[in-house]
């Protein structure tokens, strides 16, 4: 079943992209903390790298401004092309990257999709959350993996 | 199983960035009538594929194709996107053709595929090298887990 506003992020093991030891869990990442946390299909794939991380590596400093402590990007992807991508788009320091590799965090919150046909297998909706002290207390989920409005960046913001 | 010398390859369905993005191609478009070099890895951007396996390859595939070989192949569980923009910082282009096998169905289907959800990549391919005229295995190496050496493109080349 997919995560509705007012539920807790699933308590679990995730990877972050950092330069040292990356395992770090959900309950560290959102308790007592306000984050803004998106998902998308894959990195290097036309919207998430054209629009998708972009818009939230050029707004991260209005989000934080409005009392946001992070802001996490998941893909179910490993750190190793999590990590190449985040540099190669400007994103480190910015933007965490969560790398869900094997789409645990995911079905755990009920946003995977099943993009088998175009070769990537089970993959993240591209979605954007607002998460207070573990709570959903935004969320949007796109109709398409195309589509980049509702989670996109400006829209994320306005709901802050 | 895993396949062996002798064997025929399995039928797979893999895809290849193209044109319009990733492209749908069978096992038999890849192998059917032509001598090709194949090595499969555990992930793009990850360290030793990054640093020796794909670079080992590019550097060598001059030298390989002089020796009758139509093509060469890079295969990992990863999709068209990413294995495109590894392959591309890399100097694939012209040398190896990468080749996304996202949904893992070769790496399963010739029984080289192995789990590595504890380090957060899902099911991934195992190390290897093969060389396979006309869909028939001709050579094949593996490496264990943790090692390199066997299927690196200098020894294929000393071998054939």
Redesign the interface.
């Known amino acids: 079943m997919t995560i509705q506003v007012g539920d807790s992020i699933p308590s679990m093991n995730?990877?972050l992209v950092t330069d040292g030891p990356n395992e770090v869990s959900t309950d560290d990442i959102f308790g007592g903390r306000k984050i803004v946390l998106f998902g998308l299909p894959?990195?290097?794939?036309?919207t998430c790298s054209a629009t998708h991380l972009p818009g939230f590596v050029a707004q991260h400093d209005d989000i934080k401004a409005k009392g946001t402590d992070s802001i996490i990007c998941l893909s179910v992807?490993?750190?190793?092309?999590l990590?190449?991508?985040s540099d190669?788009l400007g994103a480190r320091g910015k933007v965490d990257m969560l790398?869900?590799?094997?789409?645990?965090l995911t079905r755990a919150m009920g946003l995977e999709i099943d993009l088998?046909v175009?070769?990537?297998?089970i993959r993240c909706k591209r979605f954007s959350m607002i998460v207070e002290d573990g709570k959903v207390t935004a969320l949007n989920v796109e109709e398409t993996p195309k589509a980049c409005d509702i989670s996109g960046a400006a829209s994320t913001l306005s709901q802050l | 199983m895993t396949i062996n010398v002798g064997d025929k390859i399995s039928s797979a369905t893999l895809h290849i960035f193209g044109d319009n993005g990733p492209e749908a191609v069978t096992t038999d478009d890849l192998f059917s009538g032509k001598k090709v070099a194949v090595f499969g890895l555990p992930g793009a951007f990850t360290k030793t594929c990054s640093a020796q396996h794909l670079p080992g390859f590019v550097a060598n595939a001059d030298a390989l194709k002089a020796k009758g070989l139509d093509d060469i192949l890079c295969m990992s569980v990863n999709d068209a996107f990413v294995m495109k923009a590894w392959g591309e910082k890399h100097g694939a282009p012209g040398n190896v053709t990468m080749v996304g096998d996202g949904n893992g169905e070769f790496a399963k289907a010739i029984g080289l595929d192995q789990d590595l959800s504890a380090r957060v990549m899902g099911v991934r391919s195992q190390r290897y090298a093969m060389v396979v005229d006309d869909g028939e295995v001709k050579m094949l190496k593996i490496d264990p887990p943790g090692t390199y050496g066997e299927t690196s493109a200098e020894t294929m080349l000393a071998e054939n």
């Open positions: 995730v990877q894959g990195a290097y794939t036309p992807n490993d750190v190793a092309v990590g190449a991508w190669d790398a869900d590799g094997s789409a645990v088998s175009a070769g990537l297998a």
